[in-house]
C-alpha cells in the first residue's frame, strides 16, 4: 500500500514504539468498486484508513432514502464514532472506486488513546469537525427533504380540491345533453360551468395566497348576509345532493351587512362542506345556523357525520394536520382560517358530544 502509518496525520504524535506495535495491529484490505465495506448497524469493532482509493459515506434520512453525506479519499478515516462509544455503526460505507483500507481495531485505538494525551485531543479535534460538517450536510439534506414533500402535499391537494368542481362540470354537461340541448339547460349549463372554472382559479389564488404568508390585502365592501348565504348554499347543493347530503337552512338568516370578499370567503364554505363530505361517506345532513350576538355575527356548520377525533381537535387549523384522511392533506381549514382572519373575523371549533363536527365562524358587524 502506498501510505505509510507514520505519515497519517491522525498519528503524527504517537513515538516510535507505539508506531510499532500499530503496524502490527493493523490489517490491509482491498474492496472493489461499489464493495460495501460495513453497513448502517455493524459492530464497530475499528477505524478505517483510506490508502488508495475513495469512500462514500451514506445515511438513511427521516423519509427512509438514502443519501451520501461524505466521501472519504487518501489519507483519511472513517468509523471513528462507532469506536468512541462503543456502539453500532449509524452510517453505510462503500467503496466509489478500486480502494485500499488500513484497519485498525477498536482494542488498539483505545490503547493508544489512553496512553497518548495528544493522539487523544488529536482525535477528538478531527472528529469534532468531521460532525459538523455531517450536521451541517445532514440538515441541508433534510430541508431539501422537507421541501420536496411540502411540495408534493400542494400538489395532492390541489389534485383532491379539485376533483368535485371537475365532478359538478362533468355532470351538467351530461345533464343539458340528456335535455336535448335546450336553451334554457344550455344557459344553465354554462352558469355552472363558469361558476366551477372560476371556483377552481380561485383555489389555486388562495394556495398562492396561503403559501406567501402574512396577512393579505382585502378590499372589503358591504354585503347582505342573507343573499350570500343563500347563493351560496345554492351553489354548494349541486355537490351535496349527488353525494346524498341535503343542506339544511335552521333559521331565518339576519337580515344584516356584513364587510366581505364574497368569493374568497365562500371558499371558506366549500372547505368546511369538503370536510363534512368526506365525513358522510353514506349521506346525511350539514345545518347551517346563523344568528346575531351583539355586534357579531355567527354562522354555525354542524354535519351529521362521526364528529372530530380528539386527536387532531387541538391543531385542526394547522397546516397538513390531519387524522386518517384518505383524501386531501389537512390545507382546507388552514387556509379558512386566513381568509376569516383576513376579514377580521375568527374559526373554532365548538365541543359536540356524540354529534358530528361543529364549526363556528364570528364575524364583526
Given amino acids: ?44 469493532d475499528g477505524i478505517y484508513f483510506v490508502a488508495e482509493g475513495e469512500v462514500a459515506i451514506n445515511v438513511r434520512m427521516p423519509n427512509q432514502q438514502t443519501r451520501q453525506l461524505a466521501r472519504v479519499g487518501n489519507g483519511d478515516f472513517f468509523g471513528e464514532m462507532a469506536v468512541l462509544d462503543d456502539g453500532a455503526r449509524s452510517a453505510a460505507v462503500n467503496a466509489l472506486v478500486d480502494t485500499k483500507l488500513i484497519f485498525v481495531p477498536r482494542e488498539m485505538i483505545m490503547s493508544l488513546f489512553s496512553e497518548s494525551s495528544a493522539f487523544s485531543l488529536r482525535l477528538f479535534r478531527e472528529t469534532s469537525a468531521r460532525l459538523r ?12 427533504s422537507e421541501r420536496l414533500s411540502l411540495v408534493g402535499r400542494f400538489a395532492r391537494s390541489i389534485v383532491h380540491d379539485f376533483k368535485n368542481p371537475l365532478h359538478v362540470i362533468n355532470l351538467v354537461s351530461e345533464c343539458s345533453v340528456f335535455n336535448g340541448g335546450e336553451e334554457k339547460a344550455r344557459k344553465d349549463t354554462h352558469q355552472l360551468i363558469h361558476q366551477q372554472v372560476q371556483r ?22 358591504k354585503h347582505p348576509y342573507r343573499d350570500f348565504i343563500k347563493e351560496t348554499i345554492e351553489e354548494i347543493g349541486a355537490e351535496t345532493e349527488s353525494r346524498r347530503v341535503r343542506l339544511i337552512l335552521s333559521d331565518e338568516v339576519p337580515d344584516v351587512e356584513v364587510n366581505l370578499d364574497p368569493r374568497r370567503f365562500k371558499r371558506v364554505f366549500y372547505n368546511l362542506i369538503a370536510n363534512a363530505l368526506d365525513a358522510m361517506t353514506e349521506g346525511g345532513t350539514i345545518t347551517w345556523t346563523v344568528r346575531q350576538t351583539g355586534d357579531s355575527l355567527e354562522t354555525d356548520i354542524e354535519d351529521s357525520g ?9 391543531r385542526i387549523f394547522d397546516a397538513f394536520a390531519t387524522h386518517g384522511k384518505k383524501q386531501g392533506t389537512g390545507l382546507g381549514l388552514s387556509i379558512s382560517k386566513k381568509i376569516i382572519q383576513d376579514h377580521r373575523g375568527d374559526i373554532r371549533v365548538v365541543p359536540n358530544p ?7 365562524i364570528i364575524l364583526p358587524l
Avoid at 2 to 27: P, T, V
Avoid at 200 to 218: A, T, V
Avoid at 354 to 360: D, N, Q, T, V
Wanted: proline residues 3%; aromatic residues 8%.
Fill in 1 to 44: 500500500m502506498s501510505i505509510d502509518l507514520k505519515h497519517i496525520h491522525l498519528f503524527i504524535d504517537l513515538d516510535a514504539a507505539q508506531l510499532n506495535r500499530l503496524e502490527s495491529r493493523c490489517e490491509r484490505r482491498s474492496f472493489g468498486a461499489g464493495e460495501n465495506i460495513f453497513k448502517e448497524g455493524d459492530p464497530g
Fill in 133 to 144: 460538517e455531517f450536521n451541517h450536510k445532514f440538515v441541508e439534506e433534510s430541508l431539501q
Fill in 200 to 221: 377552481m382559479s380561485d383555489m389555486i389564488n388562495e394556495l398562492l395566497e396561503f403559501s406567501r404568508g402574512g396577512p393579505s390585502e382585502l378590499v372589503l365592501s
Fill in 306 to 314: 362521526s364528529g372530530i377525533h380528539p386527536d387532531i381537535a387541538s
Fill in 354 to 360: 356524540g354529534k358530528g363536527a361543529l364549526f363556528r
